[in-house]
């Protein structure tokens, strides 16, 4: 069946990194687009990022933009989230998802829906 | 505060129907973009439960059901259960953002 499972979650200071990984299984990887998104303790979602099958394409988060990368190995069935220059207000739940739907508007590709989500891994940004 | 606006609760007893809000703006779900929604159940991960504004995965009973109107959107649960107690979430796009975009999330109490 199809499962994502993050990793790499932890404590870590304020200003520091960390990188997250999704292990994918159950479906053809090198086909979707996959996403990151968050969810602050008690508080609701909010998308980070995603990234096209081949990797070519890249959008992210205001909030993220400049301090976090994605990335993908294909070969692996692998997705990535490197986080640098950490604040407190990262401290979520970090859970990798299937873009499970897009549409294309003027040529460029609009991911839709999430589908399915992975455990999700704790990350907390504190001195 | 999210881009898109959502109850932050709902109540119902048992057999009763609820509905959920989610309000966008022109430039989400009143440019077109599709609204989908999920469920999380405590402690675990969101799952989808409507997509394309009111498609059901397989496994979703169909007492879940969405719509779509112009800058709005709206899930409706029917014959209320009690493991439906969750939070509930809309989502979509946005073109001024240029990413996804959520609700804030409402809690769904069954009393």
């Known amino acids: 069946q199809v499962q994502l499972v993050e990793s790499g979650g932890g404590l870590v200071k304020p200003g520091g990194s960390l990188r997250l990984s999704c292990a994918a299984s159950?479906?053809?990887?090198?086909?979707?687009?996959m996403s990151w998104i968050r969810q602050a303790p008690g508080k609701g979602l909010e998308w980070v990022s995603y990234i096209s099958s081949s990797g070519s394409t890249i959008y992210y988060a205001d909030s993220v933009k400049g301090r976090f990368t994605i990335s993908r190995d294909n070969a692996k069935n692998s997705l990535y989230l490197q986080m640098n220059s950490l604040r407190a207000e990262d401290t979520a739940v970090y859970y990798c998802a299937r873009v499970a739907g897009s549409i294309t508007i003027f040529g460029v590709v609009i991911p839709n829906w999430f589908d399915p989500w992975g455990q999700g891994t704790l990350v907390t940004v504190s001195s | 505060q999210s881009v898109l606006t959502q109850p932050p609760s709902v109540s119902g007893a048992p057999g009763q129907r609820v509905t959920i809000s989610c309000t966008g703006s022109s430039s989400n779900i009143g440019a077109g973009f599709d609204v989908h929604w999920y469920q999380q159940l405590p402690g675990t991960a969101p799952k989808l439960l409507i997509y394309?504004?009111?498609n059901r995965p397989s496994g979703v009973p169909d007492r879940f059901s969405g719509s779509k109107s112009g800058t709005s959107a709206s899930l409706a649960i029917t014959g209320l259960q009690a493991e439906d107690e969750a939070d509930y979430y809309c989502?979509?796009?946005?073109?001024?953002?240029?990413?996804?975009?959520f609700g804030g999330g409402t809690k769904l109490t069954v009393l």
């Open positions: 989502q979509s796009y946005d073109s001024s953002l240029s990413g996804s975009i």
């Open positions: 159950g479906f053809t990887f090198s086909d979707y687009y």
């Open positions: 394309l504004n009111n």
